[in-house]
């Protein structure tokens, strides 16, 4: 496509529940990252991803989150049992590869836990 | 730790004025880049540098790389309502991961 492409933009869900965030990457960039950015915050690291493959999933905060890539595009972010303190934007951006090239964001997927 | 650390948190100047952030790094880097983010959304990427370029323009953007200081800066000139933004320096580590780690940004605001 033309550019990242996140969806839910908005996303509002109880404690506890489980969401899936999903990030549509430019066509033919190989790396992919997701981010996160609580409100008046920098951007936190979670994972990126070569290919379908995770080199570094570091940033995840707990057991609670995951992440997977298909096919070397789509990408789903997975929270479960949400807690409010989950509620942030979360940004998912690509590159043609990974860190050598300017990375492309999408307009992020707005998380509240109430 | 953050690896890219802006300064000042938060500028606020009139319309013309020239805007300068600062950035630090602490460790040896490929390239340092500036994104742009408004209202809390997606970042813009604006300029990359490479470890051995000094200085680069783009357009009313400026920016400089001192890698015997770990600092670059980024200079708007003749600053408009429309540059409003938070502006952020990232950088990929050397060695070990790739990701991109951005510092905690600077807060522009540009007054008409």
New interface residues.
């Given amino acids: 496509g033309a550019g990242?492409s996140q969806s839910p933009s908005n996303k509002v869900t109880e404690k506890g529940k489980d969401v899936e965030l999903r990030c549509d990457p430019i066509s033919g960039h190989t790396a992919l990252?997701w981010?996160r950015?609580s409100?008046g915050?920098?951007?936190e690291?979670l994972i990126?991803f070569q290919g379908n493959s995770a080199?570094?999933k570091?940033?995840l905060p707990s057991d609670r989150f995951s992440a997977e890539r298909t096919g070397g595009s789509v990408s789903t972010l997975t929270i479960q049992r949400t807690q409010q303190e989950d509620s942030a934007?979360y940004?998912c951006?690509s590159s043609l590869d990974?860190?050598?090239n300017?990375?492309?964001?999408?307009?992020?997927s707005w998380l509240t836990v109430v | 730790s953050?690896q890219g650390e802006e300064d000042p948190q938060a500028l606020s100047i009139q319309e013309g004025e020239n805007a300068t952030m600062n950035c630090s790094y602490k460790t040896s880097i490929?390239?340092l880049?500036w994104?742009r983010q408004n209202s809390?959304?997606?970042?813009?990427?604006l300029i990359?540098i490479r470890s051995n370029e000094r200085e680069k323009h783009s357009g009313r953007l400026r920016v400089t790389l001192d890698t015997s200081k770990k600092s670059s800066s980024l200079l708007i000139t003749a600053s408009r309502a429309a540059d409003t933004a938070s502006y952020?320096c990232a950088t990929?580590p050397q060695g070990g991961?790739?990701?991109?780690?951005?510092?905690?940004?600077t807060k522009l605001t540009v007054n008409p």
């Fill in positions: 990242v990252y981010y950015q409100l915050q920098g951007l690291f990126y080199p570094d570091s940033g934007v940004l951006a990974v860190g050598r300017t990375i492309y964001f999408g307009e992020g | 953050q490929n390239n880049q994104y809390g959304r997606g970042l813009v990427h990359l952020f990929p991961s790739e990701k991109l780690v951005f510092g905690k940004g």
